[in-house]
């Protein structure tokens, strides 16, 4: 019964990412795309609070901003009154963590966590459960918020997962703002001759901007990555798929997406009479709405000799060690937790590539 209300859980998830990616992008302002965001997830998960810290680089340090979102207002006012954390340096903190690891960071219990520096007001207000995790702007951190609930909760699986997208999706959307702020500013100062100049270098900006996302999921990748493949990405949410696929083709590979473990199926059935090897490596979503992806591994071995031989990189956020021992039971061949880092996925890609895989398959 755990495990339905979970994949009912993952089903709302597209939406409820897109949600929050419509409202922002329909905001007026750089404040109202991070105020967006804080009302989208604050409001639904009944957080008591939602901040965002501002990350100022000639300081080095992270700024408590006047961007909150609340459920409970006599709580707000309580934490707002006594400021805390008006500055807070990296690895500071949980923001100041969270800057410095660039990842999600999920806290049961912040009244009994030694390095939070805050236990005090929030035993005061009675808040336990906290959680953050970073927006990157440019390829840095530049933004951190926060959320403080009043139970003591199990990390979310779901909230982690959009969060992991949201942290790339808002900060395309905080850049794009930026520039446009930057266009309206230069065109009050310009003649018409210079506004055209202006709002030319704007286009060109404009289309740079498309290539954020390939700049901060591909840079720092080893030199001696060599992968030509294609690959078959079963992945259900559409945010993960944009980024994978993108991920994938700047890594000079060819990506195939489809939404579930049913689709999957039904694609290499499809294709098996056409091609014996119509993909070289399969990325495979553990928890999926329709078939999920333990499933579909499983029906995938037993189709033909390629679903026996093909590599199976299971992709999953929070794996806990059940998951980890049935992926390997079902017949995947190594793990790939998300957030999916840059190097990681380039090892997993060597790893598994055809000639080495042949090798292998050779030498048993």
Known sequence: MERNVSLEQKLAVSEWLQTILFAANKAASYENIIQQCLDKICIPMQFALGHAYLYHASHDQLESSPIWSFTQKNVYDTFIAQMPLPYVTPGKDLPGKVF?????????????????????????????????????????????????????????????????????????????????????????????????????????????????????????????????????????????????????????????????????????????????????????????????????????RKMSQFGADVPIIALTSGLLEEDQEKCLQTGMNDILKKPIRKQEIADILNRWKPDTHASANSGN
């Open 100 to 300: 410095q690891t660039r990842k999600a960071m999920w806290v049961k219990n912040i009244t009994q966590t030694e390095w939070f520096t805050r236990s005090k007001i929030a035993a005061d207000l009675d808040l336990k459960t906290a959680f953050a995790f970073p927006i990157f702007i440019e390829g840095n951190v530049g933004i951190v918020l926060e959320f403080f609930h009043k139970e003591c909760l199990e990390p979310d699986e779901v909230l982690i997962e959009i969060s992991e997208i949201l942290s790339i999706q808002l900060g395309y959307l905080l850049h794009k703002q930026k520039i446009i702020l930057d266009l309206k500013k230069a065109l009050d100062n310009q003649s018409s001759v210079g506004a055209q100049q202006t709002t030319d270098d704007f286009s060109q900006k404009e289309a740079a901007l498309d290539l954020t996302i390939n700049k901060i999921t591909t840079e720092n990748i080893d030199a001696k990555f060599e992968f030509h493949g294609k690959i078959l990405v079963v992945e259900d949410v559409k945010a993960n798929q944009f980024v994978l696929k993108r991920l994938l083709e700047k890594l000079g590979c060819a990506a195939t997406i489809v939404n579930n473990g049913k689709e999957s199926c039904d694609l290499l059935y499809t294709l098996k009479d056409q091609d014996p090897h119509p993909f070289d490596l399969i990325f495979m979503d553990c928890h999926m709405a329709v078939m999920d992806g333990f499933e579909a591994t499983q029906v995938i």
